[in-house]
Structure formats: structure tokens, C-alpha cells
């Protein structure tokens, strides 16, 4: 199997997408095996090749049992969530998440599909308070260095959502004291302390865009250092 993901691998760097999909139903069309299914589908998926990588993730739920179908549901979230932002697609938000549930029902704790999930219920669903619930559960009683960056940050925006405005501010803070160099930590710090302390909101959002942050965030950065 692992000389034909290389294949695989090579044929789509090569620009030779429709060998690769033939390959790909030779190797694995008739397979019952979850992982070489999967496996195949993540090729497809780290080179941009999304609905190729759905069609393989979709199959390979349809022959998953209890011992691997959290791992297809997972899988298919992403997928899913990609496609519905690059595709401006909001349909493909209710796949991910109705996916992203099946992960949490049997990993409450799973970092990623959490995330996710939080993420897309504050900003997608607007539904911020869900975000929260699902955060907290996921956290568990974790520390802020058991946790990554991203998560941290997606916690800060649900609580900022919410309206747990002094929550926020509080993980906030202490989460740039441990990651100092974290762009987006930096930039809920400053965010959030933009109005009642504004000599420290300008120093933690230059220091977010000198780092690097992504171009909406940048955006929105240089705006309030220019209120500030």
C-alpha cells in the first residue's frame, strides 16, 4: 500500500490528476479496508484535490464499523469544513458538523473535532453559548499549557462571543504569558484590551502583526492600533 500512496503522491505533484483517480480505483475501488481507503482519501486531501478526497472519506464510512468509524467521521468534518469555506458553501458547514458530533459523542475529549466544532458553532452557527459548552467539555480541567494555541484561541472567541467578556480577558492573559509568540493569542489579548487599557492593547497587537497573523486578523489589527 505504501508504494501506491507514493504513486499516488507523485502522479498529483506531477499534474496528472486523472491517473491518480485511476490508480486509486484500482488499488482501493473494491476494498473493504477502512485504513488503505482512508489513506488514500488523505493523499487526495493534502493536495488540494477536495471533492476526490470526500468521494474516498464517503466510501470508506460506508465499509467503517465501531472500531474506525471516528476516525472517518473526523476526516470527513475536515473535508467538510474546508469545502464550505472555499467554496462559500454553508451546506457543507451542516456536514461538517453533523460529522464533528459523531467524533465528540465517542472522544468528548478529541482536541481537533472540538475545536472545530466550537469554532464553527460561534461563528458559523452563532450560536456562541454551544461553543462554550463544547470548549469547557473538551478542556476538562487541562491547563493552558496541556493545550494548543489554536484551541486556546478558539476558546477566547467563543467566550468573547458569549459575552464572558472578563472569562475571555482572564484566558487571554494568561495564555500570552505562556505563549508569548503566538500571533492570535497576542491578538485577543489586545482585542480584548483595546478599550479599558489601551497602551497595553497597542503594544500586544503591534507585537501580533510583527509576528504574522492571517490577513483578516491583520486587518483588523491595524484598524484598532489606528483607534488606539
Known sequence: MRSTLSQLEWMLDSDRKS??????????????????ILAVAQVFAQRG???DAQSW???????????NKTAVHGFLGRIYLRRASQEDNAG?????RTQLKMV????????????????QLATKFN??????????????????EQLPPAFIDTMIDCYQRNKQI????????EAVGKFPREAT???????????SEPSQAKQMLTRAVQLGLSADDEAEAKRQLANL
Open 104 to 119: 465528540l459523542e465517542t472522544q468528548p475529549r478529541d482536541i481537533v473535532a472540538g475545536n472545530n466544532m466550537a469554532w
Open 19 to 36: 491517473k491518480a483517480q485511476l490508480l486509486a480505483q484500482q488499488a482501493v475501488g473494491n476494498s473493504q479496508n477502512v485504513s488503505h
Open 49 to 51: 484535490e477536495n471533492l
Open 92 to 96: 457543507f458547514y451542516d456536514k461538517a
Open 127 to 144: 450560536l456562541p453559548s454551544e461553543g462554550v459548552n463544547v470548549v469547557e467539555k473538551v478542556r476538562g480541567n487541562a491547563s493552558l
Open 185 to 195: 493569542l497576542l491578538y485577543r489579548d489586545g482585542v480584548l484590551l483595546s478599550s
Open 166 to 173: 472578563d472569562k475571555a480577558k482572564e484566558i487571554a492573559k
Open 57 to 67: 472519506g464517503e466510501k470508506a464510512l460506508l465499509v467503517s464499523n465501531a472500531s
